[in-house]
């Protein structure tokens, strides 16, 4: 196996421009060790808009002149179903490759791209915001202390109701069809709930067993006959067997009725000397002697960008614009990053300073091909689990990264 070369200027092309790119797309263009940002997308609208807007190098006509470029990395931030193929292609093609979660839909997509990856040395990464959400870090932080004693059970929950910005984000994406791609199954999008949890954890899943619940608005959204996917469930939940004798339960719900009003991904880690537990009041860590309240060092403040310029729906403001929390450690950051737009509760400036600075290494990221596959894997089996009545399926499981992997952490300032 070859490992890959680093390399300082690195040219970025970011292929999808619609509610999601251009938080990463800006921060790729802010970072010292990125030279050029160029963008495409199957709308070209979209992508000239953005370049125009942010001053981006331009935009590139197709996918495909992407990777018949001289670019270093390609940056995929296409819908949830399209991922596995795309990030096989870039990386055949000796790009370097961030991924928006899911990194794919199917067992045999995932084991392609770890092939692509052990093959090619090529970086490879999956953007899980979750991994640098406030309580993860705080939770992190405790395990490496010691904190937990020996964690046996946790709990990830992704509690995203429909009505909570979701349908004018699919509208968006799916246009004439967008119900058709609406219905998408919830238990294919397990990477918040599974990656928070194995953010702290260091373990892996090796069994599941999954239920579906039948979805009975009657909007056509969750209709067998009008979803590609052939799904009906708006709510699941899932129970893990982990490999080290610990259970993980989560819940991937979108017919929930909380809203605004309540957290859309929630955890629980439990371990024999210590608990870290999150509800929409707060969170906090007990043990048997102390109780220390988290809420104040997680909280992160929405941040003041023009959500209409931004095109996002006001629901979703948090997710598209919001600080780091008190917890977050910035000094690794760019300094060019302070005041840029962040999201999801601080976590993009992380996940893109980790992708540059996976590729100027020459060093696998933390959510590389095979941590992102034991996020990922675990729900492709959990909705196969569903489907057949709750089955006790094997999950698979691809070992751990065979590269050396980056260390983020070294201070910048
Ligand atoms: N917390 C998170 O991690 C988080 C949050 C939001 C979105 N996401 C992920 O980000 C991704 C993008 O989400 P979004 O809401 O921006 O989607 P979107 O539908 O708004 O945008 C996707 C864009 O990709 C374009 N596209 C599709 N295939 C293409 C191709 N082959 N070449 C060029 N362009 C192509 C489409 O035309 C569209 O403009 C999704 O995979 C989603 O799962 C992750």
Partial sequence: MVGAEGNEDVRVGVVGCGQFAGSFAQLWQL???????????????????????????????????????????????????????????????????YSAVPMATGVDEIAAIIDAVAETGKIYMMGETHHYYPLTVWARRARAEGRFGRLFYAEGDYTHDMDHGFYSAYQYSGGEDWKA????????????????????????????????????????????????????????????????????????????????????SSFRWFGTDGVVEQSALGARYVNRTDTIDLTEDIRSVPQGFDLERLKIDPALADDFRSE?????????????????????????????DDFVRAVVAGQQPPINAWKAARINLPGIIAWDSARNGGARLTVPDFGECPFDVVDTSTPRR
């Avoid at 990125?34 to 590139?60: C, K, S």
Wanted: charge should be negative.
């Fill in 31 to 97: 970072h010292p060790d990125v030279d050029e940002v160029w963008v495409t997308d199957l709308i070209p609208e979209r992508a000239e808009e953005l370049a125009t807007e942010h001053g981006f190098a331009g935009t590139m006509a197709s996918y495909e002149a992407m990777l018949d470029s001289d670019l270093d990395a390609v940056a995929l931030m296409t819908q949830r179903w399209t991922h596995g193929s795309l990030a096989v292609r870039g990386l055949r093609s000796g790009k370097h490759v």
């Fill in 324 to 352: 780091c929390a008190a917890v977050h450690d910035r000094s690794r950051l760019p300094v060019e990053y302070d005041g840029a737009r962040n999201g999801h509760r601080g976590s993009h400036h992380f996940l893109a």
């Fill in 181 to 264: 791609t609406a219905s998408y199954p919830p238990m294919l999008y397990p990477t918040h709930a599974i990656g928070g949890v194995l953010g702290v954890w260091d373990t892996w899943i090796t069994s599941v067993s999954a239920l579906g619940s039948v979805d009975d608005r009657g909007d056509g959204v969750f209709d067998k006959e009008v979803s590609m996917f052939g799904n009906d469930f708006s709510n699941m939940t899932a129970l893990f067997e982990t490999r080290d004798n610990g259970m993980i339960r989560t819940n991937e719900f979108r017919r929930v009725g909380q809203g605004r009003n309540g957290l859309d």
